[in-house]
């Protein structure tokens, strides 16, 4: 988006612009309205495959799915996101609400062994992060596998052993993924 002027914006969008102004002050927050609206998909689609499951730990699995999935099928939109949103591991981030949210009841129940959200959120955050970046360059047909591997490290991480953390991250990949 930096790269782009408003004018290069208005050409591409085939609107005059006096439009483009009549939406937007300028670049910047077309780019903060673009990101809002993309977190909220996002954070929607987490919402509804999460709807009845309690497991913090299991809801965590199922969003890193969720998340790798429209890594997929939202290919560009993934690749600017992960451009526009460079604090995505901040605990304090409005789009980590959910994973403080996961990461405080699992730790309660004693799913998650970490010293404080603190610590969880950007672990989480960070193998989303690292998970959209590589499945943007993989086959499709290869991410289920590279889903697994990486989201058993995700759940061992937090703390459930080994053998329960594969099997948590192939029920979500096999949910949400397959």
């Known amino acids: 988006m930096d790269a782009l002027s408003v004018d290069e914006i ?8 006096g439009t483009f102004y009549n939406y937007f002050p300028d670049k910047d927050a077309l780019e903060r309205e673009l990101t809002s609206r993309t977190r909220a998909r996002i954070e929607d689609e987490i919402a509804r495959v999460n ?6 730990v299991k809801r965590i699995a199922r969003a890193f799915c969720s998340v790798l999935r429209w890594g997929i099928t939202s290919h560009q ?3 600017a996101m992960m ?8 605990p304090a981030a409005p789009i980590n609400s959910g994973v403080r949210r996961d990461a405080a009841d699992g730790m309660s129940q004693g799913r998650i062994v970490a010293a404080a959200e603190e610590v969880v959120v950007p672990y989480v955050m960070g193998l989303f992060v690292a998970g959209v970046n590589r499945v943007l360059d993989l086959p499709a047909e290869g ?3 590279f889903a697994l591997g990486l989201g058993t490290m995700l759940v061992h991480g937090l703390g459930v052993k080994r053998l329960e953390a594969d099997r948590i991250a192939r029920e979500a990949v096999e949910s949400i993924l397959v």
């Open 77 to 79: 939109d993934a690749a």
């Open 10 to 17: 208005v050409e591409r969008a085939d609107v005059a612009r």
């Open 51 to 56: 709807e009845a499951v309690k497991d913090p």
């Open 143 to 145: 991410v289920p596998e």
């Open 83 to 90: 451009r526009l949103f460079p604090h995505a591991t901040d």
